[in-house]
T-cell receptor, first 118, second 111 residues
Framework: ETGVTQTPRHLVMGMTNKKSLKCEQH?????MYWYKQSAKKPLELMFV???????ENNSVPSRFSPECPNSSHLFLHLHTLQPEDSALYLC?????????????????FGPGTRLTVL | GNSVTQMEGPVTLSEEAFLTINCTYT??????LFWYVQYPGEGLQLLLK?????DKGSNKGFEATYRKETTSFHLEKGSVQVSDSAVYFC??????????FGTGTKLQVIP
């Protein structure tokens, strides 16, 4: 399998549930990202991992908890979410994070997980 | 901080029409510029990019030229097809910084 894969593709959960989103990249990249995509809003960068270390956390509520056990896998653990958290959650990877001149910042995205919080 | 402004959609065109989607940016340095495309039910895919002023990125009949004097990176295609219907995102990346995306422009091409 090539590229960036995400599971599940669709998830419906209640506000008291705990669930996890999974992302896997088969590109040999060093950086991985979680984005939130809501209707009529720019993509919101949530977390960045570079060489398995978190390098960016954009004031994301603690009900979202990322985990990067190795450079190929990224998880987003969810608990006690709110209905406004319903969105498409996209995972991406790139060769490196924040390279000089941006030449290697091309990001490769997975298909996303459509999350609905009831 | 950095920002990207795109024209609001949806843009509706007939097949074989000429397409322009405007994109302007604000950045403190010398960013690289990108266009990504998102087809229904999929993630974003890189469409084209340009890394310095006056560079032209091109792919699949789409083109965009990096205009530093007008801080713009407008996307163009001479003859659109129904299969080009998607959401198009303009983005920029500066050295050692994250990528900044625009809000996206939805393109609908009708037969």
């Amino acid at each position: 399998e090539t590229g960036v894969t995400q599971t599940p593709r669709h998830l419906v959960m209640g506000m008291t549930n705990k669930k996890s989103l999974k992302c896997e990249q088969h590109l040999g990249h060093n950086a991985m990202y979680w984005y939130k995509q809501s209707a009529k809003k720019p993509l919101e960068l949530m977390f960045v991992y570079s060489l398995e270390e978190r390098v960016e956390n954009n004031s994301v509520p603690s009900r979202f908890s990322p985990e990067c056990p190795n450079s190929s896998h990224l998880f987003l653990h969810l608990h006690t979410l709110q209905p406004e958290d319903s969105a498409l959650y996209l995972c991406a990877s790139s060769q490196d994070f924040g390279s000089a001149r941006g030449h290697t910042d091309t990001q490769y995205f997975g298909p996303g997980t459509r999350l609905t919080v009831l | 901080g950095n920002s990207v402004t795109q024209m609001e959609g949806p843009v509706t065109l007939s097949e074989e029409a000429f397409l322009t989607i405007n994109c302007t940016y604000t950045a403190t340095g010398y960013p690289s510029l990108f266009w990504y495309v998102q087809y229904p039910g999929e993630g974003l895919q890189l469409l084209l990019k340009a890394t310095k002023a006056d560079d032209k990125g091109s792919n699949k009949g789409f083109e965009a030229t990096y205009r530093k004097e007008t801080t713009s990176f407008h996307l163009e295609k001479g003859s659109v097809q129904v299969s080009d219907s998607a959401v198009y995102f303009c983005a920029l990346s500066e050295s050692y910084q994250k990528v900044t995306f625009g809000t996206g422009t939805k393109l609908q091409v009708i037969p």
